[in-house]
């Protein structure tokens, strides 16, 4: 019986104790409150009003520096409870303007009268109105990558759309003929890749694309050899013969597995042109060669030729 007299007697003094120190901590609160400090706001500079075809260019400044001297209350009422502004109409013609940034600050809304304002830096906000340009650039990819062993890209990164329509103030615009895609790293890659990427967007202008599709292709990387090709002479004149010895050469191609499938003799040019007999020392011309794109010559056998003129 009296271990509970003792614990409600504990329980009720420690309620006293927190009561009193609550009340304590508002009262000091509002003490420190009521008296006078001076701070530095720093207030964004927005602009109203701007006509739809212009836009700002330059601006000397984003913000400025207000020095203030107010109660307490009234600062931590500036400082977390609103969101403060350097209001800016815009209502001038096209080219450089400048306001004083003092006389902004006293029409602001959330400035009140019991504030003293100290001092505003910078004084002037000088900013440049200019008409909006529209302007058509490429697409560019921020790309890294790294296959797995065996495997490569066998196709053009393709980027859809592959140009894109920006627009903001023309000194801004002028300057700019690409954009980038936000970074792409892929690693361990073995199959086709297809993703929707951001672009990387600026302050100095706007997109009416926020991003595009890049694709490509990958495949296992393999060899074929062809034994057989034939090699034509090129640009031999009429009256003179160009023979070759021999007449075809084996090659081997590296390639995608799936395009290398189809992939015929047809598909593999060899050709030797006559200028390269008549300027050659040694006795051996290499022959020259076409091939699909995104497959690569890897062997020639004979890698040199010998060769004949003989005039009609």
């Known amino acids: 019986m009296w271990s509970f007299f003792i614990f409600a007697n504990m329980k009720s003094k420690i309620i006293t104790i927190t009561l009193i120190t609550i009340f304590s901590i508002l009262l000091w ?3 420190s409150l009521s008296g006078e400090y001076f701070t530095t706001l720093e207030v964004p500079i927005q602009f109203i009003n701007l006509d739809p075809d212009y836009a700002i260019g330059d601006q000397d400044v984003s913000k400025v520096q207000v020095g203030i001297k107010t109660q307490g209350w009234l600062l931590a009422s500036l400082q977390f409870g609103r969101d403060l502004e350097l209001v800016v109409p815009v209502q001038e013609d096209p080219g450089r303007h400048s306001i004083s940034a003092r006389a902004a600050i006293e029409r602001a809304s959330w400035l009140s009268s019991n504030m003293q304002i100290l001092e505003v830096v910078p004084d002037q906000v000088r900013y440049f ?17 790294d296959f797995k ?3 490569g890209i066998v196709s053009n990164i393709s980027i859809e759309p592959d140009s894109v329509v920006i627009y903001g103030p023309e000194s801004k615009v002028d300057n700019i003929d690409t954009v980038n895609t936000e970074a792409i790293n892929l690693n361990d890659i073995d199959g086709n890749y297809s993703e929707n990427i951001k ?3 600026s302050e100095n202008y706007s997109l009416e694309e926020s991003n595009v599709l890049v694709s490509f292709q990958v495949q296992k990387i393999v060899d074929k050899t062809f034994e057989k090709i034939p090699v ?3 640009k031999v004149p009429k009256s003179l013969n160009l023979t070759i010895i021999p007449t075809t050469v084996e090659v081997v191609v590296r390639g995608g597995i799936n395009d290398l499938a189809t992939l015929t003799e047809n598909d593999i040019q060899a050709f030797i042109y006559f200028d390269q007999a008549l300027e050659d020392t040694l006795g051996v011309i290499e022959p020259h060669f076409n091939i699909p794109q995104y ?3 890897i062997d020639v056998k004979p890698k040199y030729l010998q060769y004949i003129i003989r005039q009609f």
């Open 199 to 201: 672009l990387i967007t």
């Open 29 to 31: 609160g509002s003490v």
């Open 232 to 234: 034509e002479t090129r």
């Open 295 to 297: 497959v690569k010559l």
């Open 149 to 151: 062993p065996g495997f």
């Open 129 to 145: 109105v200019e008409k909006i340009q529209y302007k058509k650039v490429k697409v560019l990819p921020n790309f890294s990558s």
